[in-house]
């Protein structure tokens, strides 16, 4: 978003009271009328929502898939037994509240403020602005409900305050909780006004018939002014719609569903919508699953253009911090996300067997060889090569600083993160470099991987709903793409019939595909799955593999659901605590 940098810049010393920008007012900070006829001051407001999108968590080290080695870590306390209503590293509150209180000022003023001097050209960012503004909100609301969402004591599922226009001095701001369902009724409204003011995409136009029909008349210069690819990685139709699959998910899964009216049916639809602009599983990107390396596609991204397998993303700008925090110490990182014995176990052989089938043909002693490609290209095993040299780690015992609890910076369970690491990223100091990363906010794969759960559990592993695949068509897609069963098929899908053999595969498929990318701790939340299975990791001694636990887990049954802040029960007397906090 660097061409959105000037104007938030201009916005922000706006609102620092730069008397060379606006004429200063009380305490030397510009009033909201100032918006009005100062754009840049007014778009402030509006990109308040986009600087305060969530990056990447490592809410991983919570779950059975990851820990850290850094004791520090707020993850690692909460997953110890340290997560409280006061002690919440998973809270969205405050940031989330925030950003939904300039959205408001947005909706509330955007009328007012003269976005051109052309009439038609004016309507058109008004309407851009509306929409995503609208969308941002949805997404706010998305993020609130999936942290604060949960069971009152009641026995009635609810949600957060549901805020729609902005609050000042006068404002009440003792209000209640809503229910679940109205938060999701209210998203949904949300969505749908931003799906009706905004483009599909950001497309540059040459001809008059490209217009939509409200918009006759404008010429396609005109157009292209407001909708075109200028305003490239802002929120569009195509990220709002799939917004609404993410939510859908969340409020038709195990967790929330007796309290919502959105259903499984729902939620298959409305990811369904999204894949069907993109043609289905035919069309999931060949290189999808290691997005964040593709270094000639990364390269070359220009003018907010997406990769296949994104559908939204955030800026790409230089920089080694992935790398410092978790390669090894050999090549100079911290190691800080040690994935677990767990996760690898998760990854089935080549064949696509679990490694418990009697077909898998798994050895012990030698658990790396014929696994499911992913499992090489997602985590540093024994003897992996990483680094822009292909540096050999070994992780076995005395193998120097890579190998289990040797310094600070070593693993604990025997492995370390590749993925979301670009391995030509050096840290050496002599020839140290920065190379191109971005943030995936959306990727198709995980709307590839809502649809098949969510139509598994519709209409079973072989229904299609409207769209003409099922959810068996995307994880064959999904495993196929991995390199799964090349030389039989895939026999072990062939063999999965029931809808619960197809749940447990298509959860773990999802545990695969999106793991380290925050998804693991709200999706076993949301399945009520346990939560206290213990982090092992692997020590390899003379040639021998030995399992070994390395962190328990102390969550209890309430914390499917996460807290409201103990600061906002201390201030507002309307406000109910989910149970258990």
Known sequence: MKRYLPILLAASLSLTGCADLLEPEVENLPGKDAMYKEVT????????????????????????????????????????????????????????MSAIQYLNTMLA????????????????????????????????????????????????????????????????????????????????SDIKQAEDLLPLDYEDVTSASQIPAKYSGISPEEYTRVFGQYSRLRLTARIAKAIR??????????????????????????????????????????????????????????????PPEILWRGDASNSRNLEEDNYPPSLFGRGRVNPTQNLVDAFPM?????????????RAQSPYTNRDPRLQRYIVVNNST???????????????????????????????????????????????????????????????????????????????????????????????RAGIGANNGDAYLASVQTQADMRQLIRNERRLE??????????????????????????????????????NRSFTAHMNHGPIPYGEMLKWKSLVQNKGW
């Open 41 to 96: 001051f007014a778009q402030g407001f509006l990109l308040n929502g986009y600087t305060r999108l969530p990056g990447l968590p490592f809410n991983d080290v919570a779950t059975d898939d990851a820990v850290s080695n850094d004791k520090n870590n707020a993850f690692l306390k909460i997953a110890t037994g340290q997560w409280t209503a006061n002690y919440n590293p998973t809270d969205q509150w405050v940031n989330s």
């Open 109 to 188: 003023e955007v009328d007012k403020v003269t976005w051109a001097t052309d009439p038609r050209a004016a309507q058109m960012f008004r309407d851009r602005i509306k929409g995503e503004a609208y969308g941002l909100r949805a997404f706010y609301m998305f993020q609130l409900l999936r942290a604060h969402g949960g069971w009152a004591s009641s026995g009635e599922l609810l949600g957060v305050p549901i805020l729609t226009k902005p609050q000042d001095t006068n404002s009440d701001f003792n209000q209640p909780r809503a229910t679940f369902e109205a938060c999701m009724q209210q998203l949904y």
């Open 245 to 306: 699959a993410q939510a859908a998910l969340l409020a038709a899964s195990p967790a929330y569903r007796t309290g919502t009216t959105t259903t499984w049916i729902d939620a298959a639809n409305h990811a369904g919508e999204v894949l069907k602009l993109v043609g289905g599983p035919a069309r999931l990107a060949a290189n999808g699953g290691t997005w964040y390396d593709n270094r000639t596609e990364i390269n070359n991204l220009g003018a907010g253009i997406n």
């Open 350 to 362: 080549a064949n696509g067997y679990p490694i418990t089938a009697a077909a898998s043909e798994y």
């Open 386 to 480: 990483l680094g822009p040299s292909n540096t050999v780690i070994r992780t076995e015992t005395g193998a120097g600083n890579d190998a289990v609890n040797q310094i600070e910076t070593s693993t604990r369970t025997g492995y370390y993160l590749r993925k979301l690491l670009r391995q030509d990223v050096n840290l050496n100091p002599i020839g140290a470099n920065q190379q191109r990363h971005y943030t995936a906010r959306i990727r198709y794969t995980e709307i590839f991987l809502i649809y098949a759960e969510a139509a598994n559990e519709a209409w079973g592993p072989d229904g299609q709903g409207s769209f003409g695949f099922s959810a068996r068509d995307v994880i064959r897609a999904i495993r196929q």
């Open 514 to 551: 999106l793991c380290f990318e925050g998804f693991r701790f709200w999706d076993l939340r949301r399945w009520n799955e346990k939560l206290t299975e213990s982090a092992n990791g692997i020590r390899i001694t003379n040639g021998n593999y030995s399992i070994f636990p390395v962190e």
